[in-house]
C-alpha cells in the first residue's frame, strides 16, 4: 500500500508560479512512476505530467514547456513546478504512483489549484 498526500496548491494570479508536492509513505520504495493529472470543473481528468525512476519524463503536449515534473527518491516525494500559469490552469491536480512488481495504481486526494485572470 502506498499513501499519497499533495500540498502546494491554492490561488494564484495568471502568469505566476506555484509548486506542487506529493508525499508518498507506506510501501514508497516500490513506487516506480510518478505522475500527476488534473480535472478541470465539469471536464474529464487529463494527463499533466509523469516521471519515472530513472528520471525519465513526459508532459502533456498542451503545457509548452510550462511545468516542470521532478522527484526526489530519498525523499518519496514528487513536484510540479508551475509557472506563467493560465485561468485555464485552474483545476485540481491529482498525483499518482505506480508501484512494481504488481503495476497497481494509487492516487492522492488532490490539491485545488486556481488561477485569477
Known amino acids: 500500500q502506498v499513501q499519497l498526500v499533495e500540498s502546494g496548491g491554492g490561488l494564484v494570479q495568471a502568469g505566476g508560479s506555484l509548486r506542487l508536492s506529493c508525499a508518498a509513505s507506506?510501501?514508497?520504495?516500490?513506487?516506480?512512476?510518478f505522475g500527476w493529472y488534473r480535472q478541470a470543473a465539469g471536464k474529464q481528468r487529463e494527463f499533466v505530467a509523469s516521471?519515472?525512476?530513472?528520471?525519465?519524463?513526459g508532459y502533456a503536449d498542451f503545457l509548452k514547456g510550462r511545468f516542470t515534473v521532478s522527484r526526489d527518491n530519498a525523499k518519496n516525494t514528487l513536484y510540479l513546478q508551475m509557472n506563467t500559469l493560465k485561468s485555464e490552469d485552474t483545476a485540481v491536480y491529482s498525483c499518482?504512483?505506480?508501484?512494481?512488481?504488481?503495476?497497481?495504481?494509487?492516487w492522492g486526494l488532490g490539491t485545488q489549484v486556481t488561477v485569477s485572470s
Open positions: 499518482y504512483a505506480r508501484t512494481l512488481p504488481f503495476l497497481r495504481l494509487y
Open positions: 516521471i519515472g525512476r530513472d528520471g525519465t519524463t
Open positions: 507506506g510501501s514508497a520504495a516500490s513506487i516506480d512512476t
